[in-house]
C-alpha cells in the first residue's frame, strides 16, 4: 500500500512541475530571442517525455499488481522458503539456490505468464531488479495474449 501511495504522490508532483514548467515555456516562447525560443521547446518537450515515462510505470505496476493478485487467487505465488533477515530482506544465498527452479519452469513452458512472474519474483529476491523487471515485462507480455 506505501508503494501505491508513493506513486500517487510522484503522479502528483510530476503533474504539478509540469505545469509549471509548461507556463515558462510558454513565457519563453513569446521572447524574440532563439535561445529563448529553443529552451520553451525544450521545456515543453522534456516534461512530457517525463510524463510518458511515469505513464509506463504507473501501467507496469497496475499490470504486475494485477498479475500478482490471479497467481495468488490460483495459489500460484512461490512460497518464500529462503530465509529472512531482521530487516525484511531475504537471504540472496538463499534465493539464488532456488533460482534455478524458476529458471527451469520458464524453459519448460515459455509462453507460460505465471512461470515469467515466478522468474521475475525469483530475480527480484536475489536482488537482479533489471532481470526481475524484464521476466515481468515478458510475463505481461504474455498474459496479454493469452487473455
Known amino acids: 500500500m506505501r508503494g501505491r501511495i508513493a506513486a500517487i504522490v510522484m503522479a502528483a508532483l510530476l503533474l504539478l512541475y509540469i505545469v509549471f514548467v509548461f507556463q515558462y515555456a510558454l513565457r519563453l516562447l513569446t521572447i524574440d530571442l532563439l535561445v529563448a525560443r529553443v529552451?520553451?521547446?525544450?521545456?515543453?518537450?522534456?516534461?512530457?517525455?517525463?510524463?510518458w515515462a511515469l505513464g509506463a510505470e504507473l501501467l507496469f505496476g497496475i499490470r504486475t499488481e494485477r498479475l500478482t493478485k490471479l497467481l495468488e487467487a490460483e495459489g500460484?505465488?512461490?512460497?518464500?522458503t529462503a530465509s529472512i533477515s531482521p530487516?525484511?530482506?531475504v537471504d540472496r544465498a538463499a534465493a539464488d539456490a532456488e533460482f534455478p527452479r524458476y529458471q527451469a519452469e520458464v524453459e519448460a513452458e515459455p509462453e507460460s505468464w505465471r512461470a515469467w512472474f515466478r522468474l521475475g519474483l525469483a530475480y527480484d529476491a536475489s536482488g537482479d531488479r533489471r532481470r526481475a523487471r524484464?521476466?515481468?515485462r515478458q510475463a505481461i507480455s504474455w498474459s496479454r495474449r493469452r487473455g
Open 134 to 136: 524484464w521476466a515481468t
Open 87 to 89: 530487516s525484511g530482506r
Open 39 to 51: 529552451m520553451g521547446v525544450a521545456l515543453i518537450v522534456l516534461p512530457l517525455v517525463g510524463a
Open 76 to 80: 500460484g505465488l512461490p512460497v518464500e
